[in-house]
């Protein structure tokens, strides 16, 4: 007696999963290798916006989806009684020039629009924001009150006990029944791209380290291409590297270690912090670098969520949203970017 079959449990699947469950569906999780065994699994967490300008419907469905997640993490944790560890508490970005700052300024006006004075982007002096503060070449920083963060890992357990309490199980085999989604990450487009005989999307490999510094309830900061996140349980995070390619896919090795030293370069309140877990992971990405929704190439009648790379954390609320109306509904709000032909 299954409504929905949502084919991965990795945070698109899962929130999937717990929209259609709240809408009354019956719902079934399958992953063989249990919840956020994948990517999904990393320890970052930072779920940043877009820069607010040249809009289009990619980062106007960004902008939603964070706008949604403070909402959507409470109901989940009030349901299932486990914190995925959010908070929207802004990010810092240090600027580097004179040219920089101008453009900074600039998006801060446009901001102010775009941001529907749901959150802000300021330029602030960098004197002003106390020892958190990154060192900043210009002595100014960019602060956005939008971005926010969570525990990767946390996020995926607490979606697994709030479906609980609602009566889903996340299993590691099933027959298909009811509507059928697949969210199955990397997997799933490689599938593709061997259908189709060309790339449909691929793996990037990233690696991520975990701190033991506890910065408190402070913004994430953004420097040197490097995220680094205060999670709530007195730990920080910091990463991660982009790597196409690559020989084994979970190992670590120089590349984190050049990222850890560019960090204590970077906040340099960090130098001496414990390193307390290394990881590595493969984010899947379409083609399109946009989320792939929509009606699935090679299966007729059922679904596709996949290719949330960098960004699936931030856009899993709006996600689960558009494709539980999709799929319980029939009613597509799907930006045009994201349906899988931008990808074939």
């Not at 990517?39 to 980062?59: D, I, Q, Y």
């Not at 607490?158 to 027959?175: I, N, S």
Request: with cysteine.
């Amino acid at each position: 007696m299954v409504d929905v079959t949502v084919r991965g449990a990795g945070i698109f699947g899962l929130s999937i999963a717990w929209t259609c469950a709240r809408r009354g569906a019956r719902v079934r999780v399958v992953d063989p290798f249990g919840p956020g065994a994948g990517s999904s699994g990393g320890l970052v967490g930072a779920l940043t916006p877009h820069v607010p300008e040249n809009w289009n419907a990619k980062k106007a469905f960004q902008f939603e989806s964070l706008i949604m997640a403070e909402s959507f993490w409470q109901q989940v944790e009030e349901t299932g009684g486990v914190s995925a560890g959010y908070g929207r508490l802004g990010r810092l970005q240090p600027i580097a020039d004179a040219r920089a700052l101008g453009l900074a300024r600039a998006r801060a006006e446009t901001a102010a629009t775009l941001w529907q004075g749901k959150a802000d982007w300021r330029v602030v002096a960098a004197e002003d924001l106390g020892a958190w503060s990154p060192p900043s070449p210009t002595g100014y920083i960019i602060l956005d009150t939008l971005s926010a963060r969570m525990h990767p890992r946390r996020a995926c357990a607490a979606l697994v006990a709030a479906l609980t309490v609602m009566g889903v199980e996340v299993v590691a085999e099933a027959p298909d029944a009811g509507h059928i989604i697949h969210a199955t990450g990397l997997a799933g487009l490689q599938e593709l791209s061997q259908h189709f005989g060309k790339t449909v999307g691929n793996g990037v490999k990233g690696q991520a380290a975990l701190l033991r510094f506890d910065a408190g309830c402070v913004p994430q900061i953004f420097a040197d291409a490097i995220h680094f996140v205060p999670h709530a349980d007195g730990s920080l995070a910091i990463g991660s590297t982009s790597e196409r390619d690559y020989d084994d896919p979970q190992s670590t090795d120089d590349a984190l270690d050049t990222v850890i030293e560019r960090a204590m370069q970077a906040v340099p309140l960090l130098h001496g912090a414990e390193v307390i877990e290394r990881w590595a992971g493969v984010r899947p990405r379409s083609k399109s670098r946009a989320p792939m929704l929509g009606a699935h190439p090679l299966y007729p009648g059922q679904f596709i969520a996949n290719g949330g790379f960098k960004i699936g954390f931030g856009m899993a609320p709006k996600v689960a949203e558009v494709m539980a109306h999709l799929v319980l509904d029939g009613k597509d709000a799907i930006p045009e970017d994201f349906r899988p032909e931008a990808s074939l």
